[in-house]
């Protein structure tokens, strides 16, 4: 395990095994963690070892902001978007802004629809099912989180279980099948 400091020995450990192996995370504010983090900006190893600490538990709330507003790399931007850690106010700045990379947008939009389907009603569910039909695009990974969530009503699993997409469909037979055992 390496240092966050051992800037030449990550670099030579990442020309070597061609990843980041295990970083020890010093305990810092979020501010002195990304100035550390920028030590090692001009190596290739930087955005893997960015990633890394992303999806480390050590990692704060306080980071991952640091790390949207100052980062444009559309992978490091992914890895905060799937970490889960990224706070809602960043997803949906990530989501909002044309200028992040495709990815990102609907990335940043599928972990905002995650956390919100608890608090939507059985309307927004029929208008994501209608302005997310189609085998194209995000539109199957949405149906999917709608097909995998206990929050979504039954008539739109229903609906998902005879989805043209395999992996929505069979998700969405798979939890309907759950709530039956469970009921």
Same mark, same amino acid.
């Given at each position: ?12 450990? $990442? ?12 305990? &810092? ?7 550390? /983090? ?20 050590? *990692?704060?709330?306080? $980071?991952?902001?640091?790390? *949207?507003?100052?980062?444009?790399? =559309? ?19 990530? =989501? ?11 990335? =940043? $939009?599928?972990?905002? &629809?995650?956390?919100? &389907? ?6 927004? $569910?029929?208008? &994501? ?17 709608? =097909? ?5 009503? *039954? ?9 043209? /997409?395999?992996? /929505? ?15």
């Amino acid at each position: 395990m390496r240092s966050l400091d051992d800037v030449n020995g990550i670099a030579e450990d $990442f020309a070597r095994l061609g990843v980041v192996s295990e970083v020890t995370i010093p305990d &810092l504010s979020a501010r002195e963690l990304w100035e550390q /983090v920028q030590v090692h900006r001009s190596f290739p190893h930087w955005a893997p070892l960015v990633e890394a600490i992303l999806a480390s538990s050590a *990692v704060t709330p306080e $980071f991952v902001e640091i790390v *949207v507003s100052e980062v444009d790399d =559309a992978g490091i931007l992914d890895a905060v978007v799937t970490s889960g850690k990224a706070p809602e106010p960043a997803l949906e700045r990530l =989501a909002a802004n044309h200028a992040s990379p495709r990815s990102v947008r609907e990335h =940043a $939009f599928v972990a905002l &629809l995650r956390r919100r &389907l608890p608090r939507l009603d059985s309307d927004e $569910f029929g208008l &994501l099912m209608q302005m997310y039909s189609g085998d194209t695009g995000i539109a199957p990974g949405v149906r999917h989180v709608l =097909a995998s969530s206990r929050f979504t009503p *039954v008539p739109v699993l229903e609906r998902l279980a005879r989805d043209e /997409v395999d992996f /929505v469909r069979e998700t969405a037979v798979a939890t309907l099948a759950d709530r039956a055992s469970n009921r």
